[in-house]
């Protein structure tokens, strides 16, 4: 089976064996046997992720659409937290008037758990079509309608002949996965059955071939969590070498949804993020694939750029095109690099951001003293073992984590880093113990490319030079645990047989 037969979207623990529990150091990951790690537990967790606000944050990009959370209110309500955000990426993408995401939830009662709620759903996806006319909608089935067996497809395919609004639809019950990242997966399926595969004008037909002459289209994958900055630079980049480029799926529509069929390669900007769409794509359409780098620092950018242009002979195009930016990006960090030199620095995010913006830390001359990754999965394994390489063998302490604030802080205050890079609900940790933060991302912000590279460069600057905030609110906010936890191994919790971070014969002092 596969993403164009599956009703439902498989784990990530099954398909890819991931991995959300472990503790260890940077040189273990990769040496420990794949199913140990996928059944890695805690005994204590304190934190986690539903993989219904993924697939939330990328479908609720999607322009004119409504959305309608099958659920109990509480899941519906977890729109608000990403409404900001949505709209103001419209706006840096030029819609001056972007509206607020339109969603909606069943929002099932006592009565409805016990009789079901499919009748109610009905009822709303008519009633949402009929009064708000969106261009298309999404239903999403959270935990409460699959525990009563609500059949979701069933209503979907009642529906469907009834409105010629395209209706899609997606299993996201928190209590299927452990690892929050099936979300991405779930999205695409989503996109993938209602405007390709039950479309009313059905798949679209493979693309012939280019003609001579004709520019090659590369489909870049962007991320919800990737900025309009971001696009530009990449647009930027592979304009430079000949290639037209087609960014989605994330804020694009019907007809660009399609269009991704016709292009001659599609790109991953994440790996760990795409490969279900990717896989799909080549599949379906025949169209081969880049999957292995995100263009973060001077060498994975390179490797990027290099990848791509090897597809269309024009590696001679985009060598050129690399001394040439490497050669500018060097020059404006110049300035930056004394004050960053040796500069110690602990990483915070989803995996593959967290691993490469390691490897662009470490070209600025600074050194990795730890880093935490949401989860864990083959496509990031091989750049852990760079990491310490690029040290000369200097290891450290890595925590597989989804979030888990108190072996964050447990480890921080035990490796003392000089900065702490990582998205703004962990930068809030490390603020209050006093530690200068910067973001790993922000929608406004530079971060990919060549440009990206300088921009990060004098964000950590700036923040080193200046974190009198964080100094104070370390001495005016009380701790938010014991002491004694902090003399506790941090890993403490996790039921695995994987050296712990303490063990002077496996991670760094």
Not at 467 to 475: E, G, I, V, Y
Request: aromatic share 10%; glycine share 8%.
């Amino acid at each position: 089976m596969g993403l164009k037969e599956d009703k439902t979207v498989p784990g990530r623990e099954d398909r890819v064996e991931a991995c959300m529990a472990h503790g260890g150091c940077a040189s273990g990951i990769g040496k420990q046997d794949k199913i140990c790690l996928k059944n890695s537990e805690r005994g204590f967790s304190q934190a986690g992720l539903c993989q219904l606000l993924p697939t939330l944050g990328m479908l609720l990009t999607l322009p004119e659409t409504a959305v309608i959370v099958h659920g109990a209110i509480g899941c519906g309500s977890a729109g608000f937290g990403m409404n900001t955000s949505i709209r103001l990426h419209h706006l840096l993408r030029g819609n001056p008037n972007a509206k607020d995401s339109l969603w909606f939830t069943t929002n099932l009662d006592e009565s409805d758990v016990v009789h079901g709620g499919e009748q109610r759903l009905e009822e709303t996806i008519l009633t949402v079509n009929e009064r708000y006319r969106p261009k298309s909608i999404i239903v999403m089935q959270t935990c409460t309608p699959s525990i009563i067996g609500d059949d979701l497809v069933g209503v979907i395919e009642k529906v469907r002949p009834l409105i010629d609004t395209p209706l899609l639809y997606s299993h996201c019950e928190g209590f299927k996965t452990k690892v929050w990242a099936t979300g991405y997966d779930v999205a695409f399926h989503a996109m993938v059955h209602g405007f390709i595969e039950k479309d009313k004008e059905g798949p679209p037909p493979r693309k012939a071939g280019r003609k001579p002459g004709e520019r090659p289209i590369v489909n870049v994958i962007n991320l919800a969590s990737m900025g309009k900055p971001d696009e530009v630079e990449i647009e930027r980049l592979l304009n430079a070498i000949g290639i037209d480029v087609l960014i989605g799926p994330n804020f694009g529509d019907r007809e660009k949804i399609r269009q991704m069929t016709q292009a001659d390669l599609t790109v991953s900007v994440c790996p760990t993020h795409d490969d279900y769409f990717v896989d799909y794509l080549h599949t379906e359409y025949g169209i081969p694939f880049v999957l292995r780098d995100m263009p973060i620092g001077l060498a994975n950018t390179r490797n990027w750029l290099l990848d791509i242009a090897r597809n269309f002979d024009l590696e001679k195009e985009a060598l050129a095109l690399i001394e040439q930016e490497e050669a500018k990006a060097r020059k404006a960090v110049e300035r930056y690099l004394p004050a960053l030199k040796d500069i110690r620095v602990f990483l915070s995010a989803g995996e593959f951001r967290a691993v490469v913006t390691g490897g662009l830390f470490q070209e600025l001359g600074m050194e990795i003293v730890g880093l935490r990754s949401y989860h864990h999965d083959d496509f990031g394994t091989e750049f852990y073992a760079r990491l310490v390489q690029a040290q000369e063998g200097k290891d450290f302490p890595v925590d597989i984590a989804n979030f888990q604030p108190f072996e964050l802080v447990n480890l921080l205050k035990r490796v003392k880093p000089d900065l702490f890079c990582g998205h703004v609900f962990d930068n809030a940790w490390a603020a209050r113990l006093g530690f200068p933060t910067i973001t790993i991302f922000r929608i406004f912000d530079y971060y990919v490319g060549y440009r990206g590279y300088y921009e990060v460069a004098k964000k950590a600057v700036r923040n080193l030079r200046n974190h009198a905030f964080n100094t104070k609110l370390s001495q005016n906010v009380q701790g938010a645990y014991k002491k004694e936890w902090y003399e506790e191994d941090p890993f403490k919790y996790i039921k695995t047989d994987a050296p712990s971070a303490q063990d002077p014969e496996t991670a760094a002092a």
